[in-house]
């Protein structure tokens, strides 16, 4: 809709994980660092979480994106309370048969599948996504995976990412023996104010549109309702922007963003970090000034003078 009227390539806001947008702030980039680091150093198990919508799966898809063949990879994203098998789950997302499969098949089939890779000089890396929903016994079956590496190599390496109630999750008495085998833990933040202007202009930018679309005070009032949540920024930004397209403004500012807030905030669903302005009333126009006549202006009053009256007529000129 908005696209040509800001010469944009492509919408710039999307709610979808888009790696192609990944916006680097010092938190998005100390978590890809210790990632990497994780890979790299053969950690058993990596622990990334953070709050909905700050950025974890967009960073695992720009990770998948940058991994080189000495890996091979199995995504699990869709995970729930009634996750059911595990196993299941592990070897449909490294595509291996395991229909009439039980447990123990199950399981030897995916222990041989690790070994055969590790003999090919490739690690498993197992990566699950949603990993909050996930039981505290589905979290001590994947540890007793894990036991399948031996000496100083690891066979199969595990990140779990998720939001903090894994983290709450992991703290548990009983999961003790998991939580002293993750080598890498960090949790990330929502942006400062400075880093949601940077993450403004970015998108704007890779988008192909005007970096300075978004003004200063609009960029300050994103932050004010959105507590520096990318998912918020880019759906309070994609409204803005088709208001503005529908007012035809060139620029957005921070009255326009107050007034996608308040209208998003009318509607009980929007979880915004402030509360928007009320309209302005609108000032109605002061009447106009009285005209006066300057050409009586400070004229002295004029008495009228009366008609003389007509002189009384002689008899006897009758």
């Known amino acids: 809709m908005y696209e040509s009227f800001y010469h944009f ?60 063949r000495e890996h091979t990879v199995g995504l699990i994203s869709n995970t729930h309370r009634e996750f059911g098998e595990l196993l299941q789950w592990i070897l449909l997302a490294f595509n291996l048969d395991h229909a009439g499969m039980n447990k123990v098949e199950m399981y030897q089939r995916f222990i041989d599948f690790i070994i055969d890779e590790y003999a090919h000089s490739r690690r498993t890396v197992l990566i699950v996504d949603e990993a909050q929903n996930m039981a505290a016994e589905t979290l001590e079956e994947l540890r007793m995976l894990s036991n399948v590496n031996a000496d100083k190599d690891q066979a199969l390496q595990v990140i779990l990412v998720g939001q903090r109630e894994l983290r709450d999750t992991l703290r548990r008495p009983d999961l003790v023996q998991f939580a002293q085998r993750i080598s890498v833990d960090y949790h990330l933040q929502p942006l400062s104010e400075g880093e949601v202007a940077g993450y403004i202009r970015h998108r704007v930018e890779v988008a192909g549109g005007d970096p300075k679309l978004f003004d200063a005070a609009a960029c ?12 918020l920024i880019n759906l309070l930004c994609d409204t803005a922007l088709v208001y503005g397209y529908a007012q035809e403004q060139q620029h957005i500012d921070s009255t326009l963003i107050n007034d ?48 003389p009256e007509p002189a009384p007529v002689n008899p006897c000129m009758r």
């Open 9 to 68: 390539r492509e919408k710039p806001f999307t709610l979808l994980p888009d790696p192609g947008f990944l916006f680097l702030s010092d938190k998005h980039r100390m978590a890809l660092t210790l990632l990497e680091y994780g890979l790299m150093n053969q950690a058993g198990f990596t622990v990334i979480s953070g709050d909905i919508g700050t950025g974890k799966t967009t960073l695992i898809r720009h990770l998948l994106n940058n991994m080189d």
């Open 220 to 231: 300050q009032a994103v932050y004010r309702f959105s507590g520096g949540v990318p998912r």
């Open 260 to 307: 996608v807030a308040r209208e998003k905030q009318q509607g009980g669903i929007f979880p915004t970090y402030a509360e928007a302005e009320p309209p302005q009333p609108e000032t109605s126009q002061p009447a106009p000034p009285a005209v006066v006549d300057t050409t009586t202006k400070n004229q002295p009053e004029l008495t009228p003078v009366p008609a």
